[in-house]
């Protein structure tokens, strides 16, 4: 049995990184491992799709809205589609919560995992062929295999999450994920058809000079929020706002940075879904050795008491972090 612990070396498959570092998860038996191969192999499909866009007519709105009131595009409907296809076939999962879906989608009763995706995500980016992504969180069901999936299954603590991560339809397209043992990337080799380690334990420097917020809306952010972003024009840092919240994120991650998407009017409760967008960042960034809150509170803390529930978001390097929260509470 190979150690788990040991680096492994850059070029790794994914099904070879997953196999190797299946004893770390608290209940191995092959299912979580089997189900972050699926939502691997929905994103090739949904990433081969995306890079013709253009050419097979899936740009642009499909002329309905979500239960968020957004114009869905056809991309969201196409690639909730494919993970949602992916989760029914792959046989892990009893229970889905989409950004794409009013309602929780219950697959099997007989199944342990509960999986929140936001299943293309920046969509306001697609027709301009800018990166997008897709964000998923998973939880292991706590009410009996066998019953009915209750509301304390979906409506769980984001510390209760088990796995998560992204895809980053960019450049390249890369799968980065947690399952609670730090953070790592995989880029996709199309020549391959594989996802390959790139990024191995991946951490978010402490500091940062970029921030990512749209200011467009600042004449409504809250007191705190505007003198950061003052503290930061101040010091010279550099404002990077791609507008696809996976983008930002990974951008940051890198690099260092913050990403603010705060109360507004217009959205009083910030515009970010808490179960599939902010919950599996701030798993993602706190393995990293950053740091997610809404203001205030650690957003893994916060209990979820609706599906489509939006939280104020503030996600990046610690030291960026802490200081945006001084500036909230000094307010
Ligand atoms: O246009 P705004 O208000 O700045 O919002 C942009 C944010 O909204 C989002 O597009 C919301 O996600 P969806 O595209 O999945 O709805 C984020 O990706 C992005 O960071
Ligand atoms: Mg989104
Ligand atoms: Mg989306």
């Known amino acids: 049995m190979e150690d788990s612990r040991i680096a492994l070396p850059m070029g790794t498959a994914l099904d070879r990184f997953i196999k190797i570092k299946q ?9 979580l491992s089997q189900l972050l191969r699926d939502i691997a192999l929905a994103g090739k499909v949904v990433n081969r799709e995306m890079n013709k ?6 740009i642009g709105s499909i002329g309905t809205q979500n239960v968020q009131g957004e114009d869905q595009q056809k991309l969201d409907v196409l690639a909730n589609i494919r ?4 989760f029914t076939k792959g046989q892990e999962v009893c229970a889905i919560i989409s950004e794409e879906d009013d309602e929780v989608i219950e697959i099997d009763n007989h199944k342990k995992y509960i999986v929140a995706i936001d299943p293309l995500d920046g969509s306001s980016n697609i027709d301009v062929n800018v990166s997008v992504g897709t964000i998923f ?3 292991r069901r706590i009410s009996p295999i066998g019953s009915a999936v209750e509301e304390k299954d979906y409506l769980q603590k984001g510390i209760e999450q088990v796995a998560a991560g992204y895809i980053l339809y960019g450049s390249s397209t890369m799968l980065v994920y947690t399952t609670g043992h730090g953070v790592n990337g995989f880029t996709y080799d199309p020549s391959l058809g594989e996802y390959l380690l790139s990024h191995q334990n991946m951490t978010i420097p402490e500091n940062g000079s970029i921030y990512s917020i749209n200011e467009g809306s600042s004449l409504s952010f809250d007191d705190g929020v505007k003198k950061y972003i003052s503290y930061c024009r101040e010091n010279n840092y550099s404002g990077r706002y791609i507008g696809s919240l996976v983008a930002d994120f990974h951008r940051n991650l890198l690099k260092g940075g913050i990403y603010i998407y705060p109360a507004t009017n217009k959205n009083p409760n910030g515009k970010l879904r808490l179960l599939y967008e902010c919950n599996a960042l701030a798993f993602i960034v706190e393995q990293a050795g950053g740091k997610a809150v809404d203001g205030k509170k650690r957003i893994l803390e916060i ?4 599906l489509h529930q939006r939280v104020p ?6 030291n960026m972090v802490n200081k945006a929260v001084f500036f909230n509470e000094n307010s």
């Open 23 to 31: 004893d770390d998860f608290q209940y191995a038996s092959g299912e």
């Open 53 to 58: 866009a253009g050419l097979i007519n899936i």
């Open 83 to 86: 993970f949602v296809r992916a």
């Open 137 to 139: 969180s998973i939880y």
């Open 303 to 306: 209990q979820p008491t609706s």
């Open 313 to 318: 978001f503030f996600v990046g390097s610690e």
